[in-house]
């Protein structure tokens, strides 16, 4: 990682440490931001392609990762290819991607609120089977787990998303979850290239959910959307065209704050792409690949409020009723 302070060495006299908040992420590499890192008892790597003799530094170690995993925030790292697997068991249950050709890792913090994608995902499976459109246990969903195999540009790239839904008979995912809180809108458009693109479109949607973190004093979330993402034509776009976008936006995308007419909105996902390969296999008789389960807004909003509860009571800045024995 490039990193820069907003400090100097003067007279030959160290100055205090600053806030790790400080040092920001992106700039020139100096030898006092390394000494100052080292200070922190963390070293961060630089990419291959960035470094060079003279910021060289050591291969980092195990609790080296586990002291940087420790800040609980979203990171991204320098991590050679040679040194990953060594240090890959160490990164734990925690979302992440690892691009080997730029040594680049990005980890994802696992919080209260990243929790909520899974049990909007798992809404899916129950309505399916409500509605009687196929059986929720021929829909596995994967929580955290890798996928590999990516293809062209991206051959090599380790891939663990926030959530997965897999039909039975099935090695690629039809619809994969991104959940983003301190995670940049960027870097979660750019998992989108990656997981559609390198799957050569294997992966039917990307639903991206992105939140505003918040901030001093607040405990609720402001803002917040849903975007879904597909391949046309070998293209990565945003579902639906530009006119219906906006109306998407407007009234059926806005997660927070909720628009009046929040009790309507919805995602609805063909069995095409849920199913895919398996429609034949796995949709009970009657329904076809244009038929459609919905996915409601409110259930994610409930979902987003509670865990917000929660991890406003985990930082100490609420506290829980819950009753003691």
């Known amino acids: 990682m490039l990193v820069r302070v907003r400090q100097q060495i003067t007279c030959g006299v160290t ?18 931001s390394h000494f100052l890192l080292h200070s922190y008892g963390l ?106 195999g990516f293809m062209g540009e991206y051959e090599g790239i380790i891939k663990v998303p926030d959530c997965a839904i897999v039909p039975r008979g099935r090695f690629w995912p039809t619809l994969v979850f991104e959940f983003g809180y301190t995670e940049p809108y960027e870097d979660l458009k750019a998992d989108v290239k990656l ?30 959307f849903v975007e879904i993402w597909h391949l046309v034509d070998g293209q990565v776009k945003k579902h639906g065209r530009r006119k219906i976008l906006l109306f998407l936006i407007s009234k059926m995308k806005s ?24 429609l034949d296999n796995l949709a009970n008789e009657g329904w076809g690949k244009e038929d459609t389960i919905a996915l409601h807004f409110d259930r994610l909003r409930g979902y987003i409020e509670e865990a917000t509860w929660r991890h406003l009571v985990q930082k100490g800045l609420l506290e829980d009723d819950d009753e003691s024995d």
């Open 255 to 278: 997660l927070f704050p909720p628009p009046r007419s929040h009790a309507e909105q919805k995602l609805e996902l063909s069995l095409r792409d849920i199913l895919r390969s398996q």
């Open 195 to 224: 997981l559609l693109e390198g799957s050569a479109g294997k992966i039917s949607k990307i639903i991206i959910i992105k939140l505003d973190p918040l901030r001093d004093g607040e405990t609720e979330i402001q803002k917040g």
């Open 43 to 148: 070293i961060l790597r630089i990419p291959k392609y960035l470094r060079s003799p003279q910021n060289l530094g050591p291969p980092m170690t195990p609790d080296e990762l586990s002291k940087i995993l420790l800040l609980d925030e979203y990171q991204v790292l320098g991590i050679p290819q040679e040194d990953f697997a060594r240090l890959e068991p160490h990164i734990g249950n925690r979302a992440y991607t690892y691009r080997p050709a730029t040594g680049e890792l990005r980890i994802k913090v696992p919080s209260q609120l990243h929790g909520t994608v899974s049990s909007w995902a798992s809404d899916l499976r129950q309505e399916g089977e409500v509605v009687g459109a196929f059986d929720c246990r021929d829909l596995s969903l994967i929580s955290e787990g890798s996928l590999q």
């Open 15 to 32: 100055p205090p440490l600053p806030p790790l908040g400080e040092i920001i992420a992106g700039c020139v590499f100096s030898s006092f």
